[in-house]
């Protein structure tokens, strides 16, 4: 019996010789899914880019915003002299949080009243709203203990009332509501999961049967091939846009505050990216299996990870962010959120929706060169 074990196990282990696609599968992909995950999925929230309009200008405002930035928690990128100018950085996503200062900060805090701070946080990920809620509050806090054990030691007495108070105003989603980030998030994720997965077995499935040779004696282009198999996968995804799209709004009650067809139009063009990057993938693989795996690790797994569906690009390392350029989703998570959510057009999402046209032009002239490659 342990012999015939053995000749059983020498056999597996001889087929694992023979074809090695196999084998670097099952040692390669767990190292890449590691990769994948070590980098992106961070629920940390750190150096929240953040705006500041200061109207005081005087030494306690100065002190008061040195308190925010000597926490490490936020990361000033931008002084603003108008509050358009905060909404417009918003809409963009250029900051998380803005702190405003009042005019008469120091001279109510002088005068012994309560000064008053507004705080505007973007509300586009509830659960990163929330925690940079309460950073806000915390170094808030540490701020009025330090003036208070200030005043006790000049006065002898406490104030009666806290010298700072908080205004905090969360944007896009007041409610930080999680339905109303996943739903847009979503459109983004479930068209670079699945029309990639089923057009990426397409042209295997017919090398496989061997009917992909007889496209050598027909009088047809790569071009040809290309767009004959772009154009039913293009519908169906397209119809898994449509439905997505009812079910979140009237199902989920999920606010759309933007244009229909800017994203209707916007979704066109991701549908032919993503589908494109599915045909692209089938032109390497021999089997339906190893296509499936390909289109798994580069297609579905940086949709969740590196778009900023789940996790905040901002709070990524510097080698994530870099990584996220790479992968389309990126730019139409971006502009679904702006369209259902903010409700801004292409003045604010032109770059995005100048990157994923080229991104798609790129994908499809590639997959046109393999398959004019394949066809000789």
Not at 273 to 291: E, H, K, N, W, Y
Not at 317 to 342: H, N
Request: aromatic share 12%.
């Amino acid at each position: 019996m342990t012999s015939l074990f053995g000749a059983l196990a020498r056999k597996e282990l001889a087929e694992l010789r023979r074809d090695r696609r196999y084998l670097g599968l099952a040692v390669g992909l767990p190292l890449v899914l590691l990769l994948l995950f070590g980098y992106a999925a961070s629920l940390d929230v750190n150096r929240v880019p953040t705006a500041i309009y200061n109207m005081d200008g005087s030494e306690e405002s100065l002190d008061y915003l040195s308190a925010f930035v000597g926490s490490g928690y936020f990361c000033i990128v931008a002084t603003v002299h108008h509050y358009d100018d905060i909404g417009a950085l918003l809409d963009r996503g250029k900051i998380d949080c803005a702190l405003i200062i009042p005019p008469d900060f120091a001279a109510r805090l002088l005068g012994g009243e309560r000064a008053h701070v507004q705080v505007f946080i973007d509300g586009s990920f509830p659960n990163t709203a929330a925690i940079i809620q309460g950073y806000v509050d915390a170094v808030n806090a540490a701020y009025v203990r330090r003036l208070v054990v200030g005043h006790r030691m000049r006065m002898s007495t406490v104030p009666v009332v806290p010298p700072v108070e908080v205004e905090a105003r969360v944007w896009f989603n007041p409610s930080l509501k999680s339905v109303y980030y996943m739903v847009p998030g979503l459109f983004a994720v479930i068209l670079m999961a699945f029309p990639p997965l089923l057009s990426a077995l397409s042209i295997v499935r017919e090398r496989e049967r061997g009917s992909f040779k007889q496209l050598h004696m027909a009088a047809v282009s790569a071009w040809d091939v290309l767009i004959g198999k772009l154009l039913p996968y293009t519908l169906i995804a397209f119809i898994d846009m449509l439905v997505i799209l009812v079910v979140g709004t009237f199902w989920f009650h999920v606010p759309f505050r933007g244009r229909l067809e800017l994203l209707i139009v916007m979704s066109f063009v991701y549908v032919l990216a993503t589908v494109g990057i599915g045909l692209l993938i089938s032109t390497f693989p021999r089997s339906q299996l190893a296509a499936m795996l390909l289109a798994l690790v580069a297609t579905m797994l940086p949709s969740f990870l590196y778009s900023g569906f789940l996790f905040p690009i901002s709070s990524m390392s510097p080698d994530a962010r870099l990584m996220t350029y790479l992968f389309p989703a990126r730019y139409f998570v971006s502009i679904c959120r702006g369209i259902y959510l903010k409700g801004i057009g292409l003045e604010y999402l032109w770059p995005e929706a100048l990157i994923l046209l080229v991104y798609t032009a790129v994908v499809l002239t590639m997959t046109a060169w393999r398959l004019r490659h394949m066809l000789r």
